[in-house]
């Protein structure tokens, strides 16, 4: 049965990530940047100073503090997109993929801002008392009826993708590595999810805002220690790894050990893809979660909104990109995977392993049995907390259809079908993920491009009130 899903979604999968996504992400990301004068760059250590600030509410509109609205997104971003999609992308497209997912952060920074002012600018306080906002708001209070269609179709695709990619692909890799790992079964795997998300889950975005605004910051910590740490060891073999980055970025790389080669476009495709998978800028989902915030203006909290782009994948990803380009094959391991064209000694993102198997195999062959414990440690919680954070952006998308009622029934749904996603295999549950974010980021985009004008015009008017922002 799955064989048959994972027919019928592939050639679907190739058109939505096609040339013509591939445009419409980075084009857009390329003209906001340009229509407001590259303003992310030029006013980095201002949000940075706004992020210090909102530790607390500094207005009376929203639920959850700038700063816990921050690592609630961030909880939805840093998940397995940082260390099974990174590693995926490099096994499919190369160590190439790399750069386009550095290009891609950076252009969607000012994506991302742009999504968030205007999600905290349109938002609207149910009768429940929730702060809801995001692209079917925007394009409901911003544009004209006969675009209304977009928002709706926005909030259909979202809240299944919130299933699919906050809940199945996270589920999926924590069951992986914890069997891998640790010998634990898959269907216990599922079960402690379940209690452990429900748990959680069923206090809403406050619970959920105040367990990420802990538990983000701790764990980003101990994984960008783990990769500092093999880094730091390996600081020799960075001009290599640098180098196979730059050079196949621009050219095809060659079939070598259990790695089949690779196109320059298929580097670009899955540098891109994985990107938007890791960062979500153009997905429209983070400033579900920013317009619940208490900031004191839309201008403060989609500068405070931009820096999770920069932080997930300039930071992390690349970290974790670096550490997979830096591995070789270990002797177990080449015996193990018993492939004649695979050596003990060469590199370890050309042996054909995948997923999350290669970064595991990455960690562990830099510091045993310790590099492989934190690496699962980590990954856990990366995908723990991002499945709580998606639960939020599709209970906003059922409220949005259903209204304040349809909350509960959802976290119950998410939940349920969350857990499912531990017992299918990595294949369907990515390709269900990857279809899923290009039919969620169409209706996005085109808002965000019909709304730009105003955008433009409003971004004046509010860095001109507050001297702390150049325009």
């Known amino acids: 049965m799955e064989q048959y899903f994972i027919s019928i979604l592939t050639p679907l999968n190739n058109v939505v990530w096609g040339p013509v996504m591939l445009v419409l992400l980075v084009g857009t990301g390329i003209y906001l940047n340009i229509g407001l004068k590259f303003y992310p760059f030029r006013n980095w250590i201002n949000a940075y100073k706004c992020l210090w600030n909102g530790r607390k509410d500094q207005s009376q509109h929203g639920e959850i503090s700038p700063w816990n609205a921050l690592m609630t997104a961030i909880a939805a971003d840093v998940g397995t997109g940082n260390i099974v999609g990174v590693a995926t992308a490099i096994a499919l497209g190369g160590p190439g993929a790399l750069f386009w997912m550095w290009i891609t952060a950076l252009v969607g920074m000012m994506t991302k801002f742009c999504e968030i002012m205007l999600a905290v600018k349109y938002r609207e306080k149910t009768p429940a008392g929730n702060w809801v906002g995001g692209c079917m708001y925007f394009i409901k209070n911003g544009l004209s009826k006969k675009w209304h269609w977009l928002g709706t179709m926005f909030a259909i695709c979202a809240s299944v993708a919130c299933l699919g990619v906050g809940g199945m692909v996270q589920s999926n890799a924590i069951a992986a590595c914890m069997n891998d790992t640790f010998g634990v079964s898959r269907w216990i795997t599922c079960a402690v999810l379940l209690v452990l998300a429900f748990t959680i889950l069923i206090g809403g975005v406050k619970r959920i805002g105040y367990?990420?605004?802990?538990?983000?910051?701790?764990?980003?910590?101990?994984?960008?220690?783990?990769?500092?740490?093999?880094?730091?060891?390996?600081?020799?073999?960075?001009?290599?790894?640098?180098?196979?980055?730059?050079?196949?970025?621009?050219?095809?790389?060659?079939?070598?050990?259990?790695?089949?080669?690779?196109?320059?476009?298929?580097?670009?495709?899955?540098?891109?893809?994985?990107?938007?998978?890791?960062?979500?800028?153009?997905?429209?989902?983070?400033?579900?979660?920013?317009?619940?915030?208490?900031?004191?203006?839309?201008?403060?909290?989609?500068?405070?909104?931009?820096?999770?782009?920069?932080?997930?994948?300039?930071?992390?990803?690349?970290?974790?990109?670096?550490?997979?380009?830096?591995?070789?094959?270990?002797?177990?391991?080449?015996?193990?995977?018993?492939?004649?064209?695979?050596?003990?000694?060469?590199?370890?993102?050309?042996?054909?392993?995948?997923?999350?198997?290669?970064?595991?195999?990455?960690?562990?062959?830099?510091?045993?049995?310790?590099?492989?414990?934190?690496?699962?440690?980590?990954?856990?919680?990366?995908?723990?907390?991002?499945?709580?954070?998606?639960?939020?952006?599709?209970?906003?998308?059922?409220?949005?259809?259903?209204?304040?009622?349809?909350?509960?029934?959802?976290?119950?749904i998410y939940s349920v079908v969350m857990c499912s996603g531990a017992v299918l295999t990595l294949d369907l549950v990515w390709l269900v993920a990857d279809t899923s974010n290009a039919l969620m980021a169409f209706p996005n985009l085109v808002g965000i491009l019909l709304l730009s004008p105003m955008l433009f015009k409003y971004v004046r008017e509010e860095t001109a009130k507050d001297p702390r922002f150049t325009m």
């Not at 195999?361 to 919680?381: E, R």
């Open 211 to 412: 367990v990420a605004g802990r538990l983000v910051p701790f764990m980003a910590g101990l994984y960008v220690l783990l990769c500092v740490t093999i880094i730091v060891l390996n600081i020799g073999r960075l001009p290599d790894v640098f180098a196979w980055i730059f050079t196949y970025a621009f050219t095809p790389t060659a079939a070598q050990g259990g790695f089949a080669g690779g196109s320059i476009m298929l580097a670009i495709r899955m540098g891109v893809a994985r990107g938007i998978f890791a960062n979500e800028a153009g997905l429209g989902t983070a400033p579900m979660a920013h317009a619940a915030s208490t900031a004191e203006s839309p201008l403060v909290q989609a500068s405070i909104g931009m820096l999770d782009v920069f932080i997930n994948t300039m930071i992390i990803c690349t970290m974790t990109g670096i550490v997979i380009l830096i591995a070789t094959v270990p002797a177990d391991l080449a015996v193990q995977l018993g492939n004649d064209n695979v050596a003990a000694g060469a590199p370890l993102w050309s042996s054909g392993l995948d997923g999350a198997r290669l970064s595991t195999a990455a960690f562990a062959s830099q510091l045993g049995k310790v590099g492989a414990w934190g690496v699962t440690c980590c990954l856990a919680l990366f995908a723990f907390t991002t499945i709580m954070g998606w639960c939020v952006y599709g209970e906003r998308c059922a409220i949005y259809l259903f209204g304040d009622k349809s909350s509960m029934p959802y976290r119950i």
